[in-house]
Structures are given as C-alpha cells and as structure tokens.
C-alpha cells in the first residue's frame, strides 16, 4: 500500500510518500515558525493562508522526492481532525479535490492518532497491544489505553495547559522565541533542574490526571521576586523542566502499574524533549516494559505519521471524498463504521 498523506492540522504545511506501512519515502514539512514567531504564539489567520499558498507544492515536492505519481498510490490520507478549523478545511479540501479527481480512496485521520502511530514509522515491527501511549503536544496530554488500531481510549488527560503550551508560555517568560520547547530543551542542559522546586500536580485518588498551568503560573510568580531576578534562566528552565517531566513519568508509571502493558509509546511534540526521553527511558529500564519514542523529526507534526494511521486503521477511516469535513473538535474515539 502507497499513500499519499497530508497533515495542515496546525501551522506546519506537510506532506508524505508512505508505503507498505513502514518506509517514508518522502517526508515534506514546510515549518511556519518565522511567520507566527512575531506574534509570539500561531496566528490561526496566518497559518490558513500560508497553508493554501504552500500545499499544491508540497504535495508535488513529496510525490518528486519520493519518485512516484498519483498513478501509484493506493489512497489519500488526510487530518480531518482536531486542530484549527481554518487549516484543516485547506488539507482537507485539497485531499478531497485529489481524491475526486483521482478515484483515489480517501481516509480522514484524527490527528491525535497520527501521534499514536509516530512511533511505528520506518521500524521492523510494531509494538504490541495493548500499549500505554503518552501523547504530549502543544494541543494536548493524554495517556491513551491503545488496545488495537482502532480501539484507543483516553485514560488521563491535563485539566488546563497541554504540556507544550506550558513549555511556549515559559520560555516566553524567559525571552524565548516561539515555540519554546527546543529553547528550554536547550537552555536547561546547563541548568539545574533541583534549582528551584516548582510544584508537581497532584490529582485525587484515583484520578491520573495531570496540570501544567500551575507549574507555569509558579515560574511567573518566581521570576518577580528577588531570588527570580537573580536566578540563572538556565536554572529556571531546568527546573520547570524537572517539574513538567516529574508529573508526565508520573501518571506514566502510575498507569503501568494499574493494568500491565505489553508496550508504550511517546508521542507529539513535547517527545522532542531530552529530559522527558531520558526519563521515560529509564523508567523503560526499571520496569522493562518496552518504549518506543521516535525520532524527533516524527515527533512533532508530520504527514507520515497520519499516512501510518490510516493504513492501520483502514477501512475504520475510509471516507467519502464528497462528505468529508474538517473538524476541529473531531472525538477521539473512532465511530462505528456506518453500513
Ligand atoms: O505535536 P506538535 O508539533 O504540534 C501539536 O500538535 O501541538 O507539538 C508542538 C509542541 C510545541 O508546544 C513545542 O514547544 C513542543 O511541542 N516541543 C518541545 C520540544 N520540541 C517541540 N517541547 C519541549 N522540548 C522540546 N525539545
Ligand atoms: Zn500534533
């Protein structure tokens, strides 16, 4: 199987050859960074227009790189969801115009699961089910019980902040350009992460919930005091660091340990991170259930990863090229197939 993916869920423009459920062939992302770094965050406006002006291209760039026609493929994937409303109708649009034209089936991802499936790209084998996933990125935090390709249910999710929302905020905090999470990543490697002791979440019994807004509320109030104004930004980002990480390997061993899993996985951008790879291997090492974590050009957004989703999902995914919408608050679970 040869798909063609595309994932505008977001601001990174992307695209992908993907066959046979393992090899990229191609692996196109147009990153939008230097038209939002201005604004400090994503202007939604922006990242639609750029979207539109950059797609055609990118899906011809992906096609070239990966030497293949539209006459090779055997379907269309395309993010149908959750993201912004305004990016996701220009991929969506696109892949049901390709689609239309080219009888070519079409499947509409979640975006979410794309992360889930990061993992498998370009590896002998798949983990096993049931797998634990943590799923960290600037839209979400979640862990997800994946009992097979289509059955993935949330078990914990944040109750505020995704984790790489607290990662952009701070680094904002401390004169980072956006998005901040590689420039804390960076900055805290001369830090000490024992530094400062910024608050861990703690959610009720029972619950595996996390919360990042508090630890970023915490470095704001710090950064005002003298000890802040005096403290080293190397410090102050290893130690938020340390506090984001503790709480995610946290519900991460918590939830191993409530039902066993043959494997887990770590996803979305924040997965980027060095201390939290660090941290979720270790943890791997101790408990020695299998981690995989891709590499960081799969971590954050990539149209691979959305292709490596509708191939495992297949028929649950299949959609109709005149039906198809984007939408931006898509539910996680996968419906029932309507007969
Ligand atoms: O998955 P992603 O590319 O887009 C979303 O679907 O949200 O994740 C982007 C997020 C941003 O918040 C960015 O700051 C964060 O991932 N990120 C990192 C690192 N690289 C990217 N956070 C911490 N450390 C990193 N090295
Ligand atoms: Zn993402």
């Not at 990174?12 to 230097?34: C, E, I, K, W």
């Not at 798949?126 to 862990?143: C, I, M, R, T």
């Not at 299949?318 to 039906?323: C, E, G, M, Q, V």
Request: net charge negative; charged share 20%.
């Amino acid at each position: 199987m040869l798909f063609l993916g595309i994932d505008t869920s977001c601001d990174d423009t992307a695209t992908a050859v993907f066959r046979d459920g393992r090899a990229v062939l191609a692996n196109v992302s147009t990153n939008q960074d230097a038209f939002h770094a201005k604004f400090g965050g994503i202007v939604p406006e922006i990242a639609s227009r750029q979207h539109l002006a950059l797609l055609s291209a990118a899906v011809q760039d992906a096609l070239e790189r990966a030497e293949v026609s539209f006459g090779d493929l055997d379907g269309i994937a395309v993010t149908a969801g959750p993201g912004l409303i305004g990016s996701l109708v220009i991929g969506v649009a696109s892949a049901k115009a390709l689609a239309y034209a080219t009888g070519l089936p079409l499947y509409g991802v979640n975006h979410l699961h794309g992360h889930i499936f990061a993992p498998f790209l370009e590896r002998d084998e798949d983990p096993e089910y049931p797998f634990l996933a943590l799923l960290v990125s600037g839209g979400h935090s979640q862990l997800v019980h994946v009992a097979s390709p289509v059955d993935l249910r949330v078990i914990a999710r944040t109750r505020d902040d995704a984790a790489g929302e607290a990662f952009d905020k701070t680094a904002r905090l401390l004169g980072l350009p956006f998005p901040g999470g590689p420039g804390i990543d960076r900055l805290a490697t001369a830090g000490d992460p024992t530094a400062i002791p910024f608050p861990r979440y703690r959610a009720e019994r029972g619950s595996l919930d996390m919360s990042f807004s508090g630890i970023k509320t915490s470095v704001r109030y710090f950064l005002e005091t003298p000890a802040g104004r005096a403290a080293r930004p190397a410090d102050v980002a290893a130690s938020f660091q340390a506090a984001v990480v503790d709480v995610l390997v946290d519900r991460l061993a918590r939830a191993a340990q409530e039902q066993p899993y043959r494997a887990a996985v770590l996803s979305g951008g924040v997965a980027a991170n060095s201390a939290l790879r660090a941290a979720c291997l270790a943890w791997s090492e101790r408990t020695g259930v299998p981690l995989l974590i891709p590499p960081p050009r799969y971590c954050t957004d990539n149209a691979a990863m959305i292709a490596a989703a509708a191939d495992r999902q297949g028929s649950a995914v299949l959609a109709d090229p005149r039906r198809l919408a984007a939408d931006p608050n898509l539910a996680f679970a996968l419906q029932p197939a309507v007969a």
